[in-house]
């Protein structure tokens, strides 16, 4: 692992950005610590979007890292001068577990205990990564849980989906499986909060309830007046419900 110092926005957190080796690629992304000397809980952060599209802000991560976490924010492979391509919740979800051990592994986290947190197609990420790391608890929000139901309600879509996943879910039914986390989403013990817009277009809220049918203990946070995007101020109340629903406050 490779840290550059990176401008943060935030006095109170120290930001760099990390190079780190994801199944033999070199991958980046943010690393975000309060600026002190104390240890405190990991926070993996795994973001939406492909490519440019969702690409993670220092604003974000310094957000989180400002409640009392370190956070580390993977780009996934193929961005920001990353090795190898992104591939939509396949082979790129190494980058996430890959992530995971690299905090796990930070000096000032405690306990090895950490946290993930995946926005949209980050939710699909951070459902893979609890089912294989023992992660100590999950929050989603706004965040896919079917690959198959995304092509189907996303249109705009189809054509990034079919060139990186090889085809439709009618031609390669298995892949979009493959990629599809619900049925070995049950093995998830840790706490999971759900968090998602009733109006959401972008990732509909039927992502949401098949992910609590899946995982019955999960704890939800319907959203009836929102969409995929949340005005800053009530994004800042529900980071903050975030943290000390993590923290258990």
Known sequence: MECIPYPSPNPHVRLFLVHYKSAGLLVKGFLAEPADQESYEGFLYLRGGIKGIGMVRPSRVAEFAAEGFIVFAPFYRGNRGGEGNEDFAGEDREDAFSAFDLLRNHPRVKNGRI???????????????????????????????????????????????????????????????????????????????????????????????????????????????????????????????????????
């Open 115 to 249: 946290h993930v947190f995946g926005f949209s197609r980050g939710g699909i990420m951070a459902l893979w990564t609890a089912i294989h790391r023992p992660v100590s608890s999950l929050v989603t929000w706004g965040g896919v849980s079917d690959m198959k139901l995304t092509y189907e309600e996303r249109k705009d879509m189809r054509r990034m989906m079919k060139r990186v996943i090889g085809g439709t879910p009618q031609k390669v039914p298995e892949a979009y499986d493959r990629r599809t986390p619900l049925e070995e989403a049950g093995l998830i013990t840790a706490p999971v909060l759900i968090i998602h817009g009733r109006s959401d277009k972008n990732v509909s809220v039927e992502h949401a309830y098949r992910l609590k049918e899946a995982v019955p203990h999960a704890d939800t946070m319907y959203l009836d007046k929102y969409d995929h995007y949340i005005p800053p101020a009530v994004n800042r109340q529900i980071v903050g419900y975030i943290a000390k629903w993590i923290k258990g406050d």
